[in-house]
């Protein structure tokens, strides 16, 4: 014998249609994003490529009135930023003739003659190949090398006498 029954089981019948439906579409959406990665930029573009190009031909025919609004607020950024740029560069030049003043300023206190000459030479030997740990320049008493003199490298640092 059987009867019916008063109530439908759930998760069946039109309730479940629009589930599947979505849970059909993710899985759709995530299988072509993992398996075809370009697939939805290449779509994106061919939708919306015909919207660019009327852009293009409504501001031709409109006698460029808004590429020429847009160029003239261009012009005025650009202005700005090189007036930002220029301004920099005035306070990075005061900044130098600060410091060059500072320096000449040191140089004095200390003794130091901005008349010093120097004489650049090249190494010809290093020690490890040279006798008594002795460095061999290319210079001599003709350029005003004499032996004794003091050797600086870098302007400030001691090498030798």
Known sequence: MSYHLKTKR????PQA????VVLLVATLTLGVRTFFPNAFGAFAYTVSA??????GLLARASGSSLSVFSTKMDLIRENNEL???RAGEEITKL?????????????AE??????DQTILASVLVNPPWSLYDTVIIDVGEGKGVYVGAKVVAFDSVLVGE
């Open 10 to 13: 759930k998760g069946h019948g």
């Open 17 to 20: 249609i629009p589930l599947v």
């Open 50 to 55: 015909p919207f660019w190009k009327v852009k």
């Open 83 to 85: 007036k930002n740029e």
């Open 95 to 107: 900044m130098v003739d600060v410091l060059v003043r500072e320096n000449l300023a040191l140089k």
């Open 110 to 115: 200390l003794g130091r003659d901005e008349t």
